[in-house]
């Protein structure tokens, strides 16, 4: 499981760096920035919530 999270975290993180490097669209750079900051932000949550859970 932690294999998969943390694929999703370096793909977040290459989203966020595609979106750095969009020239002009805005809408386009918004939805990398989000759908990158998402993949990045929810691996630590779905961790910090299952080792609240399991202790």
Do not use: E, H, N, Q
Request: hydrophobic residues 65%; positive net charge; contains cysteine.
């Amino acid at each position: 499981m932690t294999d998969a999270l943390f694929y999703l975290f370096f793909i977040g993180i290459l989203l966020c760096l595609a979106g750095y490097f969009i020239p002009k669209s805005r809408v386009l750079k918004f939805i990398f920035y989000l759908a990158g900051s998402l993949l990045v932000v929810f691996p630590f949550a779905l961790l910090i919530y299952l080792t609240y859970i399991l202790l």
